[in-house]
């Protein structure tokens, strides 16, 4: 099948970084002149098209930066490159390591904020993620107190920012966020959703424990024990203090701490592990079970059924379903489920060791960039928001959730069914686990699955030696594309809560919409923010959204 060719250049720069024609400088409002006097930055131009060069020469150039020409002479490298292998062709590991190494997005970024913004969320390498952090040239007195928001909206070519007088405002992803008044939280709140639960919280360990409870309670179909665990687990991530066996009064203060998870809790802070956790993992029916499930499509009551057949293993799975390899492309389904679970199970199955490597921010923003080309090509002038884990902070992301929207919803509809069929032509999806269509938000729907147009996949990114990756991708109507960015951004615990937040005022949210119970009024929000205004929640920054282990 014919790939998709990057219409990006891959030979070296020239030593002497020979610029090309500039068009006129960008201008911004927000904008600094001299937000990087002083600064060398060094631009890699590997993998750029000549228009990205062009525009990172000029906005380095109007912040008051000097481009150099030689990578050791600068504080920053601006990259495209992801893979250390590659980065290794243009530019000596050594001096990588010394450098903060950052994508374009971060020069775009800090030029629209008017100052250097950190680099962390934007490395260009995973792996040199800590000394980008070191090496990078923002002034600890002058970080903004908002973070910066990914730059989520892409004109025809990802290299080009989209024109935005052409996009209602409300629809663009904001330059930053709102900041969370974390110092007007309570942390003994009763829904998650109105408490900061951050990535990694000073309880990790008692946590991840916990979780480990969870999950065995799930896998055994016991579902009122599991979200008693995942609700302690949320509490305990909340908490802004290390715990400690003197701190009984702030333990029994934490909502859903029972009597039970307090005496595992005490056991854990006393000897640092759990007695049932530890048995749990020593556990045949509890490994098999969590390793069937953890196969796309094999969900709690199937996983329990497999081991009552006397499955135990991977190669018991293969022997199974009939899978004896890595399936080869098969044609997009425009019907939901017209493959089957089974054959979900199987590409999952054939898959599964591509499938379960994590995936490296660097590489989810290159997939996201890939796709919004073919969506131009497709229908231009879309927006889209990257959503999931990576939207929390994740380093790594077990797969990629995108939402989508055009500002003319009646272009929207059917777009999903489009895209896919595209991307599989070019090469790039592979198969199709789960493609449905719009349908009409009910507001008498009890479950939780929204009403949008979705895709679930499996992508190949545009390289030979190129890993596959689930990617969903989730199409919203103008109207509702905060829902859905709301919706898909997680975690699994703060949307439950938030969706129990919202009937306790009277609501129904769910990705497609919210509703008033007593009347069926539907609530269409203009930015995220209003989300959580709308049932008087407090505003919570989406990296304090993991309420889950």
């Keep these: 099948m014919k790939r998709l060719q990057s219409n990006s250049s891959s030979s070296s720069p020239s030593p002497l970084q020979k610029r090309p024609k500039r068009p006129p400088s960008p201008s911004s409002s927000n904008a600094a002149s001299n937000f990087l006097h002083g600064r060398n930055i060094y631009i890699l131009q590997a993998k ?87 090496n990078c040239p923002t002034d600890s007195d002058s970080e903004p107190e908002v973070a910066p928001a990914p730059s989520t909206a892409y004109s025809k070519s990802h290299t080009q920012k989209l024109d935005i007088e052409n996009i209602p405002e409300n629809l663009l992803p904001p330059r930053t966020f709102p900041k969370t008044d974390l110092a007007k939280l309570d942390h003994t709140a ?91 993992r020593k556990s045949e029916r509890f490994t098999s079970l969590q390793l069937f499930a953890s196969v796309y499509g094999i969900g709690p009551s199937t ?45 999952a199955l054939g898959l599964r060791q591509e499938l379960a490597l994590p995936i490296p921010r660097v590489e989810v923003e290159m997939i996201h960039r890939v796709i919004m080309d073919e969506l131009e090509v497709v229908q231009p002038g879309c927006v889209s928001t990257i959503v999931g884990g990576y939207r929390r902070g994740k380093t790594a992301s077990n797969d990629v959730d995108i939402v989508f929207t055009h500002p003319d919803g009646t272009k929207t509809v059917g777009l999903c069914t489009k895209l896919v069929k595209r991307l599989h032509e070019r090469g790039l999806v592979t198969h199709v686990m789960h493609l449905s269509s719009f349908h009409a938000h ?60 919202a009937k306790a005022q009277g609501m129904k949210f769910d990705s497609s919409g919210i509703t008033r119970r007593h009347d069926s009024k539907v609530f269409y929000p203009r930015t995220e923010k209003e989300v959580f205004d709308i049932f008087g929640l407090p505003w919570i920054d989406p990296s304090l959204r993991n309420a889950d282990a």
């Design 48 to 134: 750029l098209t000549p228009a990205t060069i062009a525009e990172l020469f000029a906005l380095a150039e109007k912040g008051g930066a000097t481009v150099v020409s030689n990578p050791e002479d600068a504080e920053v490298v601006v990259t495209a490159v992801g893979m250390r292998k590659r980065l290794e062709r243009h530019l000596d590991w050594e001096v990588a390591k010394s450098k903060a190494l950052v994508t374009p997005a971060w020069l775009r970024d800090s030029f629209a904020q008017g100052q250097a913004l950190p680099c962390g969320s934007y490395a260009a390498l995973s792996s040199l993620h800590d000394t980008t952090v070191a």
């Design 190 to 280: 009763r829904f998650s959703c109105a408490r900061a639960s951050p990535l990694t919280c000073l309880n990790q360990g008692l946590c991840n424990e916990l979780d480990v409870m969870r999950r065995l309670r799930e896998l055994e179909g016991e579902e009122r024990s599991a979200l008693s665990y995942r609700r302690a687990v949320a509490s305990i991530k909340s908490y802004p203090r290390k715990l400690s066996l003197s701190d009984h009064a702030e333990i029994h203060r934490l909502p859903y701490i029972g009597a039970k998870i307090f005496k595992m809790v005490e056991e854990y802070l006393d000897t640092g592990k759990i007695g049932e956790v530890e048995a749990a």
């Design 303 to 347: 996983a329990r059924d497999l081991y009552a057949r006397g499955l135990r293993s991977v190669r018991d799975l293969e022997a199974f379903y009939e899978v004896e390899g890595p399936l080869e492309v098969g044609a997009v389904e425009t019907d939901a489920g017209a493959q089957g679970v089974d054959m979900d199970i199987k590409i």
């Design 442 to 501: 009910n507001a008498l729907r009890t479950h939780h699955w929204d009403s949008l147009e979705k895709s679930l996949t499996v992508f190949r990114p545009p390289s030979p030696d190129a890993t596959r990756r689930r990617v969903d991708l989730i199409f919203a109507l103008p109207q509702t594309y905060w829902t859905a960015v709301v919706g898909w951004t997680g975690s699994t615990m703060f949307e439950r809560d938030l969706r129990s937040a």
